[in-house]
């Protein structure tokens, strides 16, 4: 079965330090995978993904995330933090040989500080 | 300009009322998806249709019943048999297998 898991419920960064947010995917095939952003009472929009190719994939506001096969993580990161980042970030995966469904991760809420 | 709308922005529903969310989408997109979130539970899957006059249920289909009688209309019913209707209702659309496009969301609240 394919889940998907944001460990940290909450990421705090100050200004201009870097940030990380985690995911960690579990799928029987080969992976498709996808950042999302939520701002409040907005639908999602879409970051990033990876399909294939090289691991670090660069987004959308400066966003990148790094593929890692052997740790089935794909975590999110920015070099400077924004406080117009805050936001609510959702990681999802699905199974890159069939045509399932994505299956999203329960959000970590991102919060930058002056 | 192209995009997904959803409406209203907010939905109140009187107990034993059927209420019906409407997603409109210009992308040419084949495939439709409807999601409901809850705080702290992420999105989880209601129905989804990949053609026009064809839909399957997702992870909790029950309560709620669609139609995709065109390919750019996916309405979303929450009937009364869903106890427990107050969320957030996302509606995405995708060209098959490709990243999932979201609208704006329907807040639904039960009076």
């Known amino acids: 079965a394919q889940s998907v898991a944001q460990p940290e419920d909450q990421v705090n960064v100050a200004e201009g330090n870097p940030l990380t947010v985690k995911c960690t995917y579990s799928?029987?095939?080969?992976?498709?995978l996808f950042w999302y952003v939520q701002y409040p009472n907005r639908g999602l929009q879409f970051l990033l993904k990876?399909?294939?190719?090289?691991?670090l994939v660069k987004g959308s506001y400066g966003f990148e995330a790094e593929f890692n096969k052997s740790q089935t993580s794909f975590h999110l990161k920015k070099p400077s933090a924004l406080v117009s980042d805050s936001a609510l970030y959702f990681c999802a995966v699905r199974n890159g040989g069939s045509q399932g469904n994505l299956i999203f991760g329960k959000g970590t809420k991102l919060s930058v500080k002056p | 300009d192209g995009g997904i709308t959803q409406s209203p922005k907010y939905l109140f529903r009187k107990e034993g009322q059927n209420v019906t969310l409407s997603c409109e989408q210009n992308?040419?997109?084949?495939?439709m998806y409807w999601y409901r979130q809850d705080p702290g539970q992420g999105l989880r899957l209601i129905y989804y249709?990949?053609?026009?006059?064809?839909?399957q249920k997702g992870d909790i289909a029950e309560g709620y019943s669609v139609s995709r009688e065109k390919k750019e209309s996916f309405p979303l019913t929450v009937t009364s048999a869903q106890k427990n209707p107050t969320a957030f209702y996302l509606c995405?659309?995708?060209?098959?297998?490709?990243?999932?496009?979201f609208g704006p969301g329907t807040r639904l609240l039960v009076l």
């Open positions: 990876y399909i294939t190719g090289d691991n």
């Open positions: 799928v029987s095939g080969n992976p498709y």
């Open positions: 249709s990949q053609i026009v006059n064809d839909f």
């Open positions: 995405a659309s995708s060209i098959h297998g490709e990243t999932q496009y």
């Open positions: 992308l040419n997109h084949d495939a």
